[in-house]
């Protein structure tokens, strides 16, 4: 599990992607995340910061950076070796190659 702040949980094996929520790609993401109901906003008010996507479409939204999340999940995955093989992040020799 990444903890994106505020004891709110996502599952690593889920995450497709981890995304800074300034650009207006990501904005218009949300937005359609929002309409569909699919959109959990877990920044208790904060200024949000990252959202994450999940294979399901579902969009989280974090007061955390990408980049701190993204280390989060790189550590996670230094000190478990899980494979996920949606991630990009994964370091090379951790890939599982099918």
């Given amino acids: 599990m990444l903890n994106i702040g505020y004891n709110n949980q996502v599952p690593m094996d889920q995450i497709i992607a981890i995304v800074a929520s300034d650009s207006a790609p990501i904005k218009r993401l949300?937005?359609?995340a929002k309409d569909t109901?699919?959109?959990?906003?877990?920044?208790k008010g904060k200024r949000t910061r990252s959202a994450i996507v999940t294979i399901d479409d579902d969009v989280y939204?974090?007061?955390?950076?990408?980049?701190?999340?993204?280390?989060?999940?790189?550590?996670?995955?230094?000190?478990?070796k899980v494979?996920?093989?949606?991630?990009?992040w994964i370091h090379p020799r951790y890939r599982d190659e099918d």
């Avoid at 109901?37 to 920044?43: H, I």
């Avoid at 701190?68 to 996670?76: I, K, P, V």
């Fill in 37 to 43: 109901g699919k959109l959990f906003d877990c920044t």
């Fill in 30 to 32: 949300i937005h359609r």
């Fill in 61 to 80: 939204l974090s007061a955390f950076t990408a980049d701190s999340l993204a280390n989060r999940m790189e550590s996670a995955f230094y000190l478990t």
């Fill in 83 to 88: 494979v996920n093989a949606h991630s990009n």
